[in-house]
């Protein structure tokens, strides 16, 4: 859903910079991309690279008779996280070695690419995630700008964050940042390792490109929410169900469990929490919105979102409501210095009885008044990148 938060956000912005042009979204699922550019005139879907070479895969979770078995069946996470990165480092040596060929092998896929770009003037890599390791996606969208700045098309890599595992991936971010016509960053860490690389890039981090909206403030209701994202939540679980319970027993509040993808392991940790609240006779829902506007829809009136998920908490920020990260991840670290509330930043190993209580306590005091100048600065950014 952050993706969705971060397309929405991408065509509303180049829809105020180019008013009158027609934009064409690369989606890597075009079914699900659909209700989003429905919103605006002047917008059509093609396949993106990544879908056309690869295929899409869907990792929906199973919800039937064989959830809770699902549910309860060992998790192996840790196996297949070193499992997936020996094969994006092979992956992405491969490519780096065989460049030539694998562009004959893809010569129909990129001849259609060329064609999508033939009567456009500009290419855009707008979002978050692509520069990291997952071998798939940094081989598409090296081929993509690669290709767009072989048609003469103008390129920009805009509000990305840096996050590769091996040399092979910062091998190929860089020969896509050096591709680019204007880039920024999103963290000050990409931007520090940018200037190492010697890329030509804006000189400040500019906000997330979802903080360019404002979803206004709502009426509070009586409930927190917890966004879980990655299994280490679970490494911690007692201390943080004990200080979820402090909370819901000296606030009288209820506790609504969300998530941000529809994807297996954050639901799964999310009934796992679920299951343990409601042992504890805590007062408990798990709740799986469709799309990135119900999750907004959910946090924009909760008294606090507890987020592992960087989009749970800018959305539930968008919406003020005062928000807590359970995450120490670079881009994380940065939202949280953005907004002035860098004692609300944990690991989950770092939680101690009370922590988020403390935080939650304290919720009267946040600023949601950074919206406009975060609005401001990515305006400013996008004129001062997009000529």
Request: proline residues 3%.
């Amino acid at each position: 859903m952050g993706d969705d938060a971060i397309l929405y956000s991408s065509i509303k912005i180049l829809r105020d910079k180019f008013p009158d042009s027609t934009i064409v979204v690369l989606s890597y699922n075009i079914l699900e991309t659909e209700p989003i550019t429905k919103e605006f005139d002047n917008v059509s879907i093609t396949s993106s690279l990544h879908a056309v070479i690869y295929g899409t895969k869907h990792l929906k979770f199973p919800v039937g008779k064989n959830l809770i078995d699902d549910f309860l069946h060992q998790f192996s996470v840790d196996k297949i996280s070193i499992i997936r990165k020996s094969n994006n480092a092979r992956q992405t040596g491969s490519f780096l070695k065989n460049y030539e060929s694998f562009y004959i092998e893809q010569k129909e896929s990129f001849d259609n690419f060329r064609e999508v770009c033939r009567d456009a003037d500009m290419y855009v890599m707008s979002g978050g995630g692509y520069l990291a390791s997952w071998a798939e996606m940094l081989i598409s969208k090296f081929c993509e700008i690669d290709i767009a700045k072989k048609c003469n098309l103008k390129t920009y890599v805009l509000g990305q964050t840096i996050l590769p595992s091996n040399n092979n991936s910062w091998e190929i971010i860089e020969k896509i940042l050096n591709m680019s016509d204007g880039t920024f960053f999103r963290d000050t860490q990409s931007l520090q390792d940018a200037k190492e690389m010697k890329i030509e890039c804006y000189n400040r981090v500019v906000p997330d490109l979802v903080l360019s909206n404002c979803f206004g403030a709502s009426s509070k209701e009586n409930y927190i929410v917890l966004i879980p994202f990655t299994k280490d939540l679970l490494s911690n679980k007692k201390i943080i169900i004990d200080n979820i319970e402090e909370i819901t027993k000296k606030s009288d509040t209820e506790v609504y469990i969300t998530v941000s993808q529809h994807w297996p392991l954050p639901i799964k940790i999310g009934l796992n929490f679920y299951f343990s609240l409601k042992e504890k006779g805590i007062n408990a829902r798990m709740i799986i919105p469709n799309n990135f506007k119900e999750l907004v829809n959910i946090v924009a009136s909760a008294q606090m979102t507890f987020s592992q998920n960087l989009h749970g908490l800018i959305l539930s920020y968008c919406a003020h409501t005062p928000v807590v990260s359970l995450n120490k991840n670079r881009k994380f670290v940065s939202f949280m210095e953005m907004i002035g509330q860098t004692g609300n930043l944990f690991s989950p190993q770092d939680i101690m009885a009370g922590s988020l209580y403390n935080c939650f306590k304290r919720r009267e005091e946040f600023d949601f008044g950074y919206l406009d100048l975060f609005r401001k600065q990515i305006y400013e950014a996008i004129n001062d990148t997009l000529m």
